[in-house]
């Protein structure tokens, strides 16, 4: 089970870095605030060492890439807080479970 959830939050994570948004549920949403919030944090550091820590903990270089070159310029300034959480009116079909829209703060519509 541990390692199915690291799986889930390293896709979401991706997903989030590559659009800038996404749609998913209020509690996945939440938990992913704080992954996604250590990985801004760690490749604002601008080290070879956080590169590759970057590199080793989302899996893919392409991404990693992204977020210390395009999105951690962004925050230089800020402490934290960089993602912003919306609840949305519409809840999923299956099990009506609480939709939200996770973004980036600063990040370019």
């Known amino acids: 089970r541990k390692e199915h959830r690291e799986a889930l939050f390293i896709n979401l994570a991706k997903s989030l870095i590559l659009n800038g948004r996404i749609e ?10 704080s992954f996604i919030e250590d990985l801004v944090t760690l490749a604002k550091e601008d080290t070879i060492h956080a590169k ?29 807080g960089y ?13 009506g479970g609480e939709k939200a829209l996770i973004e980036f703060v600063e990040y370019p519509s």
Do not use: C, H, M, S
């Open 24 to 33: 998913t549920t209020l509690p996945k949403a939440k938990a992913l605030r």
């Open 52 to 80: 590759r820590l970057l590199a080793q903990r989302l899996k893919d270089q392409k991404v990693a890439k992204k977020l210390y070159t395009e999105i951690a310029p962004l925050f230089k300034e800020r402490n934290g």
């Open 83 to 95: 993602t912003r959480i919306y609840k949305l009116e519409k809840r999923r079909i299956g099990d």
